[in-house]
């Protein structure tokens, strides 16, 4: 069952090492993205107010898109900034064979320095590090979800997935009018933890949008149910921590945690 999501963007510049002098004009989001992993450790809602349980998870699910739909094995994956110039490496169960993509070596990056020496070991482990093709149809997205709830009695999830890159002239894939709109959606749905929006994402134009966190927010509304009929708005109690585009990307940092009523 799903007890708790966080849900962050995943660019480099996130990490202060690889932004240099321009790290300051990320420190919200970073802020957010960090506060978001730190409610992981909550794990839920009673009458409203956030409480911690013993144990908070079984099971923490990391997941981000990639080019295919694959799990990494902790004991040999690692993450890494390599490719985009930065010196870092970080591995949960000191494997160094297999390297990370991006949206889960940005994970890795929130969950270790995040919660370093504070709530990393509310986390539970076993951790599993599960990509999700950037192009997966939103059915597989929803059945990917199901499956990971489903997979232990009290799962959390850290969802890593960019909005659109469309926001402004100087953006990656240039201005596009409907970026703004697409975003507003999301962001909204993240704020309410409306599955039933992120499940009816089109992923035409999410990819014309250049949108790489589509399939990942869509396994986060499969996980919560989304496709169940249940009314996950009543399930959840969620928090819209930041709504961003500083470079023309939409960054969105969000918490979810199932809500449960006392006795």
């Known amino acids: 069952m799903l007890i708790a999501a966080a849900v962050c963007p995943h660019p480099p510049l996130l990490v202060p090492e690889m932004a240099g002098a321009a790290a300051a004009e990320l420190d919200g989001l970073r802020a957010a993205s960090f506060e978001a992993v730190r409610r992981l450790g909550l794990t839920l809602v009673v009458a409203g107010e956030p409480r911690r349980s013993e144990p908070p998870l079984d099971l923490v699910v990391v997941v981000g898109g990639d080019e295919t739909t694959r799990e990494y ?76 709830a489903g997979s232990a009695e009290r799962v959390g999830l850290l969802v890593m997935g960019d909005g659109s890159a469309c926001r402004s002239e100087k953006a990656p894939g240039y201005l596009d009018p409907r970026a703004e709109g697409f975003d507003a959606t999301v962001a909204q749905a993240l704020g309410n933890a409306d599955a039933a929006t992120l499940a009816a ?17 869509q396994v986060l509304a499969g996980a919560a149910g989304a496709s169940t009929g249940v009314g996950c708005q009543n399930l959840f109690q969620a ?7 500083p470079y023309g990307v939409g960054y969105f940092t969000a918490s979810w945690l199932r809500s449960f009523q006392a006795g």
């Open 73 to 148: 094995d902790p004991s040999k994956a690692y993450a890494t900034l390599r490719p985009y110039g930065l010196d870092w490496f970080y591995s949960p169960g000191w494997g160094e064979e297999q390297p990370l993509p991006l949206s889960l070596s940005i994970g890795q990056w929130l969950l270790f320095k995040g919660t370093l020496g504070d709530a990393r070991g509310m986390l539970a482990t076993p951790e599993r590090l599960q990509a999700v093709a950037e192009d997966a149809t939103a059915e597989e997205c929803l059945a990917l979800g199901r499956e990971l």
């Open 201 to 217: 994402l089109d992923p035409v134009v999410a990819r014309e949008l250049q949108a790489a966190g589509r399939a990942a927010w």
């Open 239 to 245: 928090d819209l921590l930041a709504d961003q585009a």
